[in-house]
């Protein structure tokens, strides 16, 4: 019997991007796709339900120089992380009907044959959506950037920029549960509000209304700064470098300040490093994996007891997708930016 074709929507990157990216790097593609997969191929048919835009991704729009992660392929859909069901198999580790999360094409539908990049959905009581990030790639940044990059000490005092999005508003979290001092920075009022009155932040404070950030950070850390999670960089990283505290720890999870520059902007303060012994250390989150069920033991108890809480910004649609990822670099999503392309 002849496998049914259907259409498949795509999201594909017309062109490598130089500069801030705009809608129209981007276009809508309608292919065709037979709804199963050849045998001996062992991959997989994902029906895809939601898509995580995360930053990461601007840096997958450049030519290739290099990075720790591949450039998109102009002409091809763009490929990021995802929630999907699997609707045929031929890899003995799923089966039709699984629910899966990780690395997967912006489209309606994916075969997939890089299995290792995706994770069976094994508890379904929480939001299915969680798996864009606070159940996956962004929960496992800020669990692994936190306890395992950031050495912390109960009492000590950390400062998180970009405090409200995927991965910060679960940074401040963890280190509230751990016993520490926490502030937050974000861009708009209802950002900080969040931070302090929903995700328990001590203190926090809208940076575009800061004209001295030095001073900023002085107010909120009259003792200094133990730790910084590092998500922002430039002009931010330099304030910090003057506030740190002796051996102080600054994990470096991200610099979206820098990812749409041309010229990457100079760091002014780094001989802070030395008299403060400070340890600077940048992460990604791929080589963490491995403690993936470690961190479900212990995040989702504290989901269920409402000890942790998580903030998304859902855009509906397909072809909401370039907007909402182009919003990330102008702070127009609050909390956790995902796409919904199916509800099931």
Partial sequence: MAMEEVSNKQIVLKDYVTGYPKESDME???????????????????????LSCDPYMRGRMNKPHGSYVDSFTPGSPIVGYGVAKVLDSDHPNFKKGDLVWGVTGWEEYSIITATQALFKVEHTDVPLSYYTGLLGMAGMTAYAGFHEVCSPKKGDTVYVSAASGAVGQLVGQLAKLFGCYVVGSAGSKEKVDLLKNKFGFDEA???????????ALKRCFPNGIDIYFENVGGKMLDAVLLNMNLR???????????????????????????????????????DHY??????????????????????EDVAEGLESAPAALIGLFSGRNVGKQLVAISHE
């Fill in 205 to 215: 404070f809208n940076y575009k209304e800061e004209q001295d950030l030095n001073a």
């Fill in 248 to 286: 102080g720890r600054i994990a470096v999870c991200g610099m979206i300040s820098q990812y749409n520059l041309e010229k990457p902007e100079g760091v002014h303060n780094l001989t802070s490093i030395i008299a403060k012994r400070i340890r600077m250390e940048g992460f990604i989150v791929a």
């Fill in 28 to 50: 809508i593609r309608t292919t065709t796709l037979k709804l199963e997969v050849p045998q001996g191929s062992n991959a997989v048919l994902l029906k895809n339900l939601y």
């Fill in 290 to 311: 491995h403690l993936y069920p470690k961190y479900l033991e212990m995040i989702l108890p504290c989901i269920k007891e409402g000890k942790v809480t998580y903030v």
